[in-house]
């Protein structure tokens, strides 16, 4: 049997309904931003494989790093023991984040990341008496699959069939120059009932690539402290140079109490999530008591080998040619705004560092579940170009290593869709 057949025998496939999807893509090998499919076929990853891989795919250092860490340690419990690896990416990561962030908790993904901090907030008062378990976060928010990430999630239809076990959310607006004063009051409101904030700095990503401007997040953040609010930040999507700067709360002022990452953590290698938090937090939870404790942990926390690769990832993104190619790719989709901008078909454009997004003109029909999503996303796969789009949005969201040429293409191509769907 094909590939595809054996798939199709015994595999449940991510955000696809079985009965009417087509066919998955057998993919056999990576390089770069590239993908190649059993039949040889190349498709350029401008989406970076689900916004985690960020130096393209097979990198031959962190493949020499995890098969150097693999001949020394898998895997090791971390309840009671540590590592090498595990501290030393604790002690660069901290160093690169804003300062007030001194402790790390790993996890293994980024639903997990996001479930580690909203226990941390709501545990925090718990610990200090105080009985606060509200949580605000914005409308339309995306912050995981798992329940707890789901509940500070926008309801959807992915949330639907569970929304009666989600726990209570106030949700707010994003936050611009007309509303802030708006929003600050309804912060202020049940501030004493509330444990955190959660956000996604900048950008939504999965709501449709929605921005929203620094200046306000700044002024939202500044008054969560004000109100003694604890806020986190969900870098797991922004996080590691996507929004030109290092992490997307590297455009604020505002410190935030507790971040969140994953995807592009191992630079897109495997799977491991991690939670920072201050050192107010954490002492929160230093006791006689044992009941103060943070009851919380994974089978793979910490795992060896996924800290190689982030520690591998962490040195290429730190490599002073990495922040040459993020300017490169923001330049460049600046003049690719520029450039669409005006076409009858292009309802809004979005550009902040290397993310772009291209919204669809389709009337009212702007459902994530629009036709309109099948026909672009088939079209570019028959380009070799994967995009995923969001409804009546397509983004481009490349690994750094992508060329100037592979983005002149898909450029070229999305131009040559705009005339011809």
């Known amino acids: 049997m094909s590939l595809v057949e054996r798939d199709l025998k015994v595999i449940w496939h991510p955000y696809t309904q079985m009965k009417t999807a087509q066919p998955p893509i057998p993919i056999v090998r990576g390089e770069g931003t590239c993908l190649f499919d059993e039949n040889g076929k ?4 401008a989406i970076s494989s689900w916004w985690v891989n960020i130096h393209g795919h097979a990198h031959p250092y962190i493949a020499k790093k995890v098969a150097e860490q693999l001949q020394k340690l898998e895997h090791v419990i971390f309840a009671g023991f540590t590592h090498e690896g595990a501290i030393e990416l604790a002690e660069r990561l901290l160093n690169l984040l804003p300062i007030n962030q001194k402790k790390a908790f790993y996890s293994d993904n980024g639903s997990t990341a996001i479930e580690v901090a909203i226990k941390m907030c709501l545990q925090y008062w718990h610990n200090k008496g105080q009985g606060r378990n509200k949580i605000i976060a914005f409308k339309n928010a995306y912050h995981g699959d798992t329940f707890g990430a789901m509940a500070v999630s926008g309801r959807s239809a992915f949330t639907a069939p569970f929304d009666s076990l989600l726990f209570e ?3 707010i607006d994003l936050p611009d120059a007309s509303n802030i004063k708006a929003l600050k009051s309804q912060i202020s409101k049940i501030k004493d009932e509330t444990a955190c904030f959660i956000f996604e700095p900048l950008i939504q990503g999965t709501a449709g690539m929605l921005m929203y401007k620094a200046e306000q997040l700044d002024q939202l953040m500044a008054h969560c402290r004000k109100e003694d609010v604890l806020m986190i930040a969900d870098e797991v999507f922004t996080g590691f140079g996507r929004t030109g700067k290092p992490f997307a709360c590297n455009h604020v002022n505002e410190l935030p109490d507790i971040m969140c990452f994953s995807k592009g953590l191992t ?6 999530g991690l939670t920072t938090c201050t050192q107010a937090i ?5 006791s006689d008591d044992r009941l103060k404790t943070l009851f919380h942990g994974h089978s793979f926390t910490a795992n060896p080998v996924a800290c190689s690769a982030a ?11 990495t922040a040459i190619s993020i300017k490169r790719i923001e330049a460049s989709h600046v003049q690719f705004a520029a450039k ?3 076409h009858p078909k292009i309802k809004a454009i979005r ?8 919204e669809w003109e389709t009337g009212n029909n702007t459902s994530y579940f629009s036709s309109l999503r099948d026909t672009l996303y088939n079209y570019f796969i028959d380009a070799g170009i994967i995009l995923r789009p969001l409804g009546n949005i397509i983004y481009i969201l490349p690994p750094y290593c992508i060329t100037d040429a592979e983005l002149a293409y898909i450029y070229s191509k999305i131009e040559q869709a705009l005339n011809e769907i």
């Not at 190349?42 to 990853?45: A, F, L, V």
């Not at 550009?351 to 291209?358: D, K, S």
Request: aromatic fraction near 12%; proline fraction near 0%.
């Open 42 to 45: 190349k498709y350029i990853d």
């Open 169 to 171: 959310v106030e949700f």
């Open 267 to 272: 630079g897109g290698t495997m799977a491991l």
């Open 282 to 286: 954490y002492d929160a939870f230093l």
């Open 311 to 321: 520690l591998a990832s962490l040195d290429l993104f730190t490599d002073e040619q």
């Open 340 to 342: 669409i901008k005006s």
């Open 351 to 358: 550009q902040t560092g290397t993310i772009i997004a291209m």
